[in-house]
Structure formats: C-alpha cells, structure tokens
C-alpha cells in the first residue's frame, strides 16, 4: 500500500480534519495514500459545488444613465488618432465619443437608426448590468451605449440583452467545478455543454493539479471567478462550511463501512463525525 506524506490545506486554510479523514479512509476503505487524498478532495470540490447557487435573472440591476454629450469619430486603428472625416479606407475604425471616452464599435448600440458623422444627438444611454447579492452587486461588464429615440426604447434594449447574456452564463460558478474534479479524476462528469463564451471563462478560471515530490502528495485547486465566494449560498462563510460538510459525509461512509465490517461493535473505535453541529436541512 502507498504510503505518503499528506498537507491539506484550502486557500492557505489549514485542513487538519481532512487530514484525518484521509489517514482514516485508507484504514477502513482500504485505499493507498494517494487515492485517498484525491477521493477527499473531489468530495470537498463537490461539496462546494452543492454550496453553489444560481444567479437568479430577477436580481439584475443595472448603472443606467443618459449620456451628456454623444459625437460619430473615426479612430485609426492602433492609435488614439481620432478625425471626423473617413480618412483612408481600411486605417479608421468607427467608434463613438460619449462623455469624453471613446467606445469602440462593438460597445455602442444603435437603436435610432442611420448615424450620421458628426450628429450630436442627445438621446445616448449608458447601462453595465450587475446581479443583486446580500453582499453588494456583482459587475456584469463593461458599460454599454445605446442611440436611442426614447430611454424606454433604450432600456429595454438593455433589459433584453442583460437577460440573455445571464442566461449565456447561467451556472457559471456551479460548472466551473466539474473540469475540477476531472482533473483529479477522470472517472468525474464532464462539464455540461454551454456556449463558448462560458466555456472560455471555465477554461481560465479554475485549475487543479496534483503533483508527488519526496513522498508528499501536493494537491492544489483553484477557482479564479471574481465573484466565487459571493456565489456561495453562505457568502464567503460558505467556503468552510462547505467543507465541514464534505468531511462529515466521509465519515458517515466510514462509519457505515466500521458497522459492515465488524460484528462486535465498539463506538470507541468507531470514526467519529468531525463536525456534529453541522446539520444539513433535509428537503420535505
């Protein structure tokens, strides 16, 4: 049986009852060092996915205001070159002038039809949507403009698009786990397909690794989402309790397995729930 040196620690948090739990899974699972520590973590990582909740749509709120000044430039591409007139075909791009900072094309809306260069009109809005949490807000992205005839029609607009884009990263924070746990183990779920702007973000936004190095297994996983432990149903809090209960799930398999294995029961000798003040709310 592999045999190791084994330093569980989260977020710099020192996991002493992990610790245990993997000394003790070896002992009545039978399982080598190694797969333990792995099986534990996959359970702590599932344990903070559990914790994850789901953005709801109705808690958008947005930065929405109207624009004080609104102008059509060309800008050449790779400069801070501005003109009003088209220039050279191909060296201009178009951009828009709003309150003293250039937006780029793709961050300017035009819901009023044709843009003239040189307009001044004043019905130009600007909106970042951001998800309501007990914590504050979660920024959504960069402000977007709108030309519009009306702040209705323009709001809407905002409105429509904000939901989408949510619904585009529906589950964001709850899937960012699975390639985790893949990592660790292949034998875990694959990631449910999501548009490929999600994806992207899963991509860069976790890892997880395991390395052996003078007979110490390192295991270290990452989950680089701005707003991960908002996402939490706990909020940040909800990183431990997460992994109080991961730990308590453990040991109600080994004490299953202590029970199955031996006849003469003795509670002594029987593994211990680490953290009994944890109850889970049983769905009625």
């Known amino acids: 049986m592999m045999t190791m040196a084994v330093e569980a620690t989260f977020h710099g948090k020192e996991l002493s009852a992990l610790e245990k739990l993997i000394s003790e899974r070896s002992e009545w699972l039978g399982e080598n060092t190694k797969d333990s520590a792995v099986a534990t973590a996959v359970a702590a990582v599932k344990s903070l996915q559990a914790e994850t909740k789901v953005a709801n749509p109705r808690d958008v709120v947005f930065d929405f205001g109207l624009a004080t000044e609104a102008q059509a430039v060309w800008r050449r591409r790779g400069t801070a070159d501005v003109s009003s007139e088209m220039g050279t075909k191909g060296s201009f791009r178009r951009a828009v002038l709003v309150s003293g900072h250039l937006v780029l094309k793709d961050g300017f809306i035009n819901l009023s039809g044709k843009y003239i260069i040189g307009e001044q009109p004043s019905s130009v809005w600007f909106y970042r949507p951001k998800i309501a949490t007990k914590q504050g807000s979660i920024d959504r992205g960069k ?15 905002a409105t429509d698009n904000a939901m989408r884009r949510i619904k585009v990263f529906k589950s964001l924070a709850k899937n960012i786990w699975y390639p985790v746990m893949r990592a660790l183990n292949e034998g875990e779920k694959p990631t449910p397909p999501m548009e490929s702007f999600a994806s992207a973000a899963i991509d860069q936004n976790q890892s997880a690794t395991q390395t052996v190095s003078d007979n110490t297994l390192t295991i270290e996983v990452e989950n680089n989402l701005r707003y991960a432990t908002l996402a939490l149903k706990s909020g940040p809090t909800g990183v431990s309790l997460a992994l109080q209960r991961a730990a308590n799930k453990i040991a109600g398999r080994l004490q299953q397995a202590y029970k199955n294995n031996y006849f003469f029961f003795d509670p002594r000798k029987e593994p211990q729930t680490p953290f009994p003040e944890i109850v889970r709310k049983r769905k009625k």
């Not at 402000?143 to 607009?157: G, M, T, V």
């Open 143 to 157: 402000y977007i403009y709108i030309l519009a005839r009306s702040e209705a029609d323009a709001l809407k607009w």
